[in-house]
């Protein structure tokens, strides 16, 4: 993707620089510190355990393993509690209150550049290295910017969109200008044996990325079944909890109706299922809180775009404040984004103005 950004070479951001590197066991993170290393930073590595004791055990094992190889210090944290606070329960209330969350975009800014930022501090760091695809730019316009990945497959920016302006731009992302597939040929190359080869499922803490069970297995009262109606009011079936569901869900409504039926709210205080056919799907904009500017929004262009999901790409759309939250209307038809997750917005030529949580 050609964009015009000045991308400074690694060598630019991180000779000669102290580098607390989060290294997780697995590919990315693991040639990010190779590359480092390479490039003349003094490293060290930081790694957080929070997903369970034999996890943390093959994770730590293979880092001391990489690290003495290195000649990198090794520096690991129990997150468990912190991760459980910051992450995990979050994500917990937030289907509680018939939302559909992102605990990758929340883990982010609170674990990897909050407690890890942290940590990397009392380090005597300059910066924060991770293994995300994403790069940092010089932008005409707006001066140190985070920007896409040049692998649009793999780039990453969507989930760095709510870490504060100060902590993303005191990092280095040795990744950016790099595919998957580099990766494993970089790695390979140098005869570099990975902790934890498999990748991390889509949500790490829920096995099977079976959140309802997550939800049934971590004992909350969870909101029982009740009516799922049309727009205009008409019954027609029942749901199972609304916890159960969200926007744009066509599969699994156990509801039979002459058309094929997505939902498309959820009404909590009624308690009911709101559903409707393909075409009542579309939305004319959405409304976003919790707002995390990495560009003043005073500096935004009238246009910006945006991306509601990951799998996604970017609409153009008219941003306004309101109050404490932000208002898009968007410019062409998009799908109506689900309550919970992240709304990261972009310039045209791919620089992260900022990013926030869908509230309606």
Not at 34 to 52: M, P, Q, T, W, Y
Not at 176 to 192: F, I, N, P
Not at 228 to 245: F, I, M, P
């Given at each position: 993707?050609?964009?015009?950004?000045?991308?400074?070479?690694?060598?630019?951001?991180?000779?000669?620089?102290?580098?607390?590197?989060?290294?997780?066991?697995?590919?990315?993170?693991?040639?990010?510190?190779?590359?480092?290393?390479?490039?003349?930073?003094?490293?060290?590595?930081?790694?957080?355990?929070?997903?369970?004791?034999?996890?943390?055990?093959?994770?730590?094992?293979?880092?001391?393993?990489?690290?003495?190889?290195?000649?990198?210090?090794?520096?690991?944290?129990?997150?468990?509690?912190?991760?459980?606070?910051?992450?995990?329960?979050?994500?917990?209330?937030?289907?509680?209150?018939?939302?559909?969350?992102?605990?990758?975009?929340?883990?982010?800014?609170?674990?990897?550049?909050?407690?890890?930022?942290?940590?990397?501090?009392?380090?005597?760091?300059?910066?924060?290295?991770?293994?995300?695809?994403?790069?940092?730019?010089?932008?005409?316009?707006?001066?140190?910017?985070?920007?896409?990945?040049?692998?649009?497959?793999?780039?990453?920016?969507?989930?760095?969109?709510?870490?504060?302006?100060?902590?993303?731009?005191?990092?280095?992302?040795?990744?950016?200008?790099?595919?998957?597939?580099?990766?494993?040929?970089?790695?390979?190359?140098?005869?570099?044996?990975?902790?934890?080869?498999?990748?991390?499922?889509?949500?790490?803490?829920?096995?099977?990325?079976?959140?309802?069970?997550?939800?049934?297995?971590?004992?909350?009262?969870?909101?029982?079944?009740?009516?799922?109606?049309?727009?205009?009011?008409?019954?027609?079936?029942?749901?199972?909890?609304?916890?159960?569901?969200?926007?744009?869900?066509?599969?699994?409504?156990?509801i039979s109706w002459k058309a094929p039926l997505y939902v498309l709210d959820k009404d909590m205080k009624r308690n009911q299922l709101i559903v409707g056919p393909r075409e009542e799907l579309d939305a004319e904009?959405?409304?976003?809180?919790?707002?995390?500017?990495?560009?003043?929004?005073?500096?935004?262009?009238?246009?910006?775009?945006?991306?509601?999901?990951?799998?996604?790409?970017?609409?153009?759309?008219?941003?306004?404040?309101?109050?404490?939250?932000?208002?898009?209307?968007?410019?062409?038809?998009?799908?109506?984004?689900?309550?919970?997750?992240?709304?990261?917005?972009?310039?045209?030529?791919?620089?992260?103005?900022?990013?926030?949580?869908?509230?309606?």
């Amino acid at each position: 993707m050609d964009t015009g950004f000045k991308y400074p070479e690694l060598k630019e951001l991180a000779a000669g620089r102290k580098v607390a590197m989060a290294v997780s066991g697995g590919a990315d993170s693991l040639l990010s510190m190779v590359l480092l290393k390479e490039s003349g930073a003094n490293i060290v590595a930081v790694h957080g355990c929070f997903l369970g004791k034999e996890k943390a055990e093959v994770a730590v094992t293979g880092l001391e393993k990489r690290c003495a190889e290195l000649d990198v210090p090794l520096h690991v944290f129990d997150l468990t509690a912190e991760f459980d606070r910051l992450v995990v329960e979050p994500f917990v209330q937030e289907y509680l209150k018939g939302n559909t969350p992102n605990p990758c975009a929340l883990c982010n800014p609170e674990i990897k550049f909050g407690v890890l930022y942290k940590a990397a501090q009392d380090l005597d760091c300059d910066l924060l290295g991770t293994g995300h695809y994403v790069r940092i730019a010089e932008d005409a316009n707006y001066g140190k910017v985070l920007a896409r990945g040049a692998d649009m497959g793999k780039d990453q920016s969507y989930f760095l969109s709510l870490v504060p302006r100060e902590s993303v731009l005191n990092a280095v992302f040795p990744l950016g200008a790099h595919s998957k597939d580099q990766t494993y040929a970089e790695l390979d190359k140098r005869g570099v044996e990975i902790p934890l080869p498999s990748e991390s499922q889509e949500i790490c803490f829920v096995p099977d990325d079976d959140y309802r069970q997550f939800l049934i297995d971590r004992k909350v009262k969870l909101p029982g079944p009740g009516v799922a109606v049309l727009s205009d009011g008409t019954k027609v079936g029942k749901h199972e909890g609304l916890w159960r569901y969200t926007q744009g869900q066509r599969r699994g409504l156990g509801i039979s109706w002459k058309a094929p039926l997505y939902v498309l709210d959820k009404d909590m205080k009624r308690n009911q299922l709101i559903v409707g056919p393909r075409e009542e799907l579309d939305a004319e904009g959405c409304v976003a809180d919790n707002f995390n500017f990495l560009v003043d929004f005073e500096r935004w262009p009238e246009t910006v775009f945006i991306q509601t999901r990951y799998r996604q790409r970017s609409k153009p759309a008219r941003a306004a404040q309101v109050g404490s939250s932000i208002k898009f209307d968007f410019i062409e038809p998009h799908s109506r984004p689900t309550p919970g997750q992240i709304v990261a917005v972009y310039t045209e030529e791919g620089a992260v103005l900022g990013g926030g949580i869908i509230r309606e």
